[in-house]
């Protein structure tokens, strides 16, 4: 199975930016849709963003829409997140998530749909 390493996360200021990094082991990694999920303490996991195998087609949570961007470089096996002003909200840890099933749609929201999961990084944000 495919191995991701999550990166980037730390402590920003209300405001501020961060952009995490999924590293995959596997080739080609042009096969896999990726999500982005988070979990704050006490809180189940929820949908951030996904992006499709070929990068052309994106999905947000409404609760980063604007101020989140997922992309990828399949040269580099890396999918990221960048994050723009940040809120105190936004404090979690944030998991990579890779599925290689076909399709684009709703499904891709639900944690469920993934197959494999990054050990985590953590993202506080002071306020």
């Known amino acids: 199975q495919v191995q991701l390493v999550e990166s980037g996360g730390g402590l920003v200021q209300a405001g501020g930016s961060l952009r995490l990094s999924c590293a995959a082991s596997e080739r080609p990694f042009s096969s896999y849709t990726m999500g982005w999920f988070r979990q704050a303490p006490g809180k189940e996991r929820e949908f951030v963003a996904a992006?499709?195998?070929?990068?052309?087609?994106?999905a947000y949570a409404d609760s980063v829409k604007g101020r989140f961007s997922i992309s990828r470089d399949n040269a580099k096996n890396t999918v990221y997140l960048q994050m723009e002003s940040l809120k105190s909200e936004d404090t979690a840890v944030y998991y990579c998530?890779?599925?290689?099933?076909?399709?684009?749609?709703?499904?891709?929201?639900?944690?469920?749909?993934?197959?494999?999961w990054g050990q985590g990084t953590q993202v506080t944000v002071s306020s």
């Open positions: 992006i499709s195998w070929s990068g052309s087609y994106t």
């Open positions: 998530a890779a599925t290689i099933r076909p399709g684009w749609g709703p499904l891709l929201f639900a944690k469920g749909t993934y197959d494999y």
